[in-house]
């Protein structure tokens, strides 16, 4: 038999803590009574980027709608539509720019109280919930105070910090957990589900830094696996005033190309289908009207497409960032001799190198560096900027 919870690596006990409630839920379906807390509606999943959030909320979704007592089977129709996001009572809100509108949440909390058609439950799982605006939490926060009996709300957060999640919405919600899962559990995965070679999945596991979704790209992707290394080479590139500004702009282009290969199919495909859908392309009379009042839909299409680029610009920049962050932990472990494995073991030459070169305290003022430019740009400071600072105290320690 299968499982739903399968995928999510290294986190036995978030795991457990979903198949109890999932199975209470499932007795609620059945009418029967159960302890109260046994199921809660509204769920805060939390932990780093890449320790699986989202495949948390989705795995749970799909037990609750499961046709075998809420076991999660991954096998009956509920558990199937759930997975592939395409059940009627599931709904995934992704944020397409920057952040989650109020009138995406009003629509979306609207809807979540009609009764589940499958006859389950009505489940909405908001993936970056730190991305709700201020208007879109206070709608979330309303329908999470008095939900309908049978909807239940998944919340996707990097962490209960008040930043990422309101305090009241916090105070409503079952908070679960997820940790950076260990390289092995996540090669381990890699080996079984993907059929990725061992030592591939062992090396890339180990270079992601427990990011499952990220370490399966490294082990099969060229691209990324160059991209990185050119992240990689930074450090020994640092050798003037000059250089720090060109690896600054190397780093922002290669952020910059990543990201737009990473939407360009996406952005050209939603274009052809709003413009099909207004009649673009027609002959007839009423035709060019028609074009005439749908520039605005396209205006509104354009806009959100752009948002989305810039924050994929972000996450492709924050993910070179973190690389670059394990290069230099890896220099300070071995300065220290600290009895934990390098992060990045194909540059073990020059982090033990720089280990030899640089003293501590210096090595540790260029990990603080990187962390202050993600910060930096978290507060929307110019990414050019905040990137040229830390290349300069990067050279120079
Ligand atoms: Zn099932």
């Known amino acids: 038999m299968g499982d739903v919870f399968a995928d999510l690596v290294g986190q036995a006990e978030a795991v457990e803590t979903l198949r109890r409630a999932a199975a209470a839920a499932a007795r609620v379906v059945a009418g029967e009574s159960v302890p109260a807390g046994a199921m809660t509606h509204a769920w805060i999943f939390t932990g780093p980027p890449g320790s699986g959030r989202s495949v948390a909320a989705r795995a749970f979704a799909a037990a609750l709608e499961c046709e075998r007592d809420g076991v999660g089977c991954g096998e009956c129709h509920g558990c199937h539509t759930a997975l592939g996001r395409t059940h009627a009572d599931v709904?995934?809100?992704?944020p397409e720019g920057l952040s989650i509108g109020v009138g995406e949440m009003r629509a979306l909390v609207l809807r979540a109280a009609s009764a589940p058609s499958g006859g389950r439950w009505q489940v909405v799982v908001i993936e970056d919930a730190d991305r709700l605006t201020e208007q879109a939490g206070n709608a979330l926060l309303k329908a999470i105070e008095e939900p309908p009996p049978r909807t239940v709300f998944l919340l996707c957060t990097p962490s209960t910090h008040p930043d990422d999640i309101s305090v009241t919405i916090r105070s409503r919600c079952r908070v679960v957990p997820l940790r950076q899962p260990p390289a092995d559990a996540v090669a381990e995965v890699l080996v079984r589900r993907d059929g990725i070679a061992a030592d591939v999945a062992a090396w890339a596991a180990a270079a992601a830094q427990g990011h499952v979704g990220r370490a399966k790209r490294l082990a099969n992707d060229n691209e990324?696996?160059?991209?990185?290394?050119?992240?990689?080479?930074?450090?020994r590139r640092l050798s003037s005033v000059g250089a720090c500004f060109d690896a600054a702009s190397a780093l922002i282009e290669a952020a910059e190309a990543e990201a737009a290969a990473a939407v360009v199919d996406s952005d050209a495909t939603e274009r052809a289908s709003l413009e099909q859908a207004l009649g673009a392309g027609g002959t007839g009379r009423g035709a060019?009207?028609?074009?005439?009042?749908?520039?605005?839909?396209?205006?509104?299409?354009?806009?959100r497409q752009k948002s989305r680029a810039t924050r994929s610009q972000r996450d492709a920049l924050d993910r070179a960032l973190v690389d670059?962050?394990?290069?230099?932990?890896?220099?300070l472990i071995t300065k220290l001799g600290a009895p934990v494995p390098v992060v990045h073991t194909d540059t073990a030459e020059q982090s033990g190198a720089a280990a030899e070169k640089w003293t501590a305290e210096s090595t540790l003022r260029r990990l603080e560096a990187i962390l202050a430019c993600r910060d930096a740009i978290e507060q929307n400071v110019k990414p050019r900027i905040?990137?040229?600072?830390?290349?300069?105290?990067?050279?120079?320690?």
């Open 91 to 94: 709904r995934f809100v992704v």
């Open 224 to 235: 990324a696996r160059g991209r990185r290394e050119a992240v990689l080479a930074v450090p």
């Open 288 to 303: 060019a009207g028609a074009m005439r009042g749908a520039a605005g839909q396209i205006k509104d299409l354009e806009r």
């Open 324 to 331: 670059l962050a394990g290069f230099y932990r890896d220099v």
């Open 386 to 397: 905040a990137v040229e600072a830390m290349m300069l105290s990067l050279w120079k320690g």
